[in-house]
């Protein structure tokens, strides 16, 4: 089936951290866009002549945010897409087409819901909030979100996470740094890759159900220790960011 293409209008756009920059778009015919959290949209990037493909998940959250498309990019060294919308000004545009992708949360029983990400794959968890929040409070859900990155600078939405989880007890945010030992280590902050704590998480594989999203290397070996740990692939969600051609 031929996707649809729109046209995107950048509306503002802010450095999150360091080496992340927030884009936020509207589509140039103002209609919103009719997407599931945890989706992403792809952009047609033009660089040296060539028509790149880069995919981005969507990181707005539906209701107050409907109206709009806002991704997350992370600064690639040489990287040919980032380059553009690391550069790209309010006004200007860029086509896209979606929104694709099955990283959503489905019909599921009670249970716990593990979000691991790395980097800027916790923006599909950021556009899920809500969602969760419901099924949190009239279903009964726990969620426990882990984030990877190198450093505390690089927290994406580590405000948003951290207010959320102070007013919902059944909701945990914990961060996992890559290259620096935390300055308060102990049941939030950890060191190491963020693969590396599931061993500590006192997995369920009949009732958890496991999110995955960002670096393919993080969901290659947190796929093995579940599935060597009893879990079935029908509980473990995934969305590889690989590199394009
Ligand atoms: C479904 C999906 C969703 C995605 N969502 C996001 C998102 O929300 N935010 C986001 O920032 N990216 C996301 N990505 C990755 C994104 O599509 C691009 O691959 C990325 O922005 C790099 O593109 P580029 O053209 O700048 O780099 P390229 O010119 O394609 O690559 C340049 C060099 O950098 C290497 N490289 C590429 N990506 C990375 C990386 N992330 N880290 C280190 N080295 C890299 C390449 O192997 C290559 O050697 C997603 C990918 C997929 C498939």
Known sequence: ???????????????????????????????????TPGQFITLFIESGGERLRRSY??????????EEIRIAATYVEGGRATARLFKIEPGERIQAMGP??????????????????????????????PELERRIDLEGF?????LGVRGPEELIYGDEFTAF????????????YSREQPERA??????????????NMALNPERDIVYLCGN???????????????FSMRNVRREKYVSSN
């Open 100 to 129: 694709f992708g099955r990283l959503v949360l489905r019909e599921d029983p009670p249970g716990r819901y593990l979000l691991v990400a790395t980097g800027t794959g916790v923006t599909p968890y950021r556009a899920m909030l």
């Open 57 to 66: 998940s969507i990181a707005s959250i539906p209701g107050s945010e409907s």
């Open 1 to 35: 089936m031929a996707q649809k293409q729109f046209q995107l209008v950048l509306q503002a756009a802010r450095m999150i951290t360091p080496r992340v920059r927030e884009l936020t778009f509207v589509r140039e015919d103002r209609s919103p866009l009719d997407y």
């Open 165 to 176: 989880a102070s007013q919902c007890n059944a909701f945990t945010f914990r961060a996992c």
């Open 142 to 146: 726990h969620v426990e979100l882990l």
């Open 216 to 230: 393919p290397t993080m969901i290659d070996e947190a796929t093995a220790f579940l599935t060597e740990n009893g």
């Open 186 to 199: 102990g049941e939030f902050e950890h060191s190491g890759y963020v693969q590396g704590i599931l061993p």
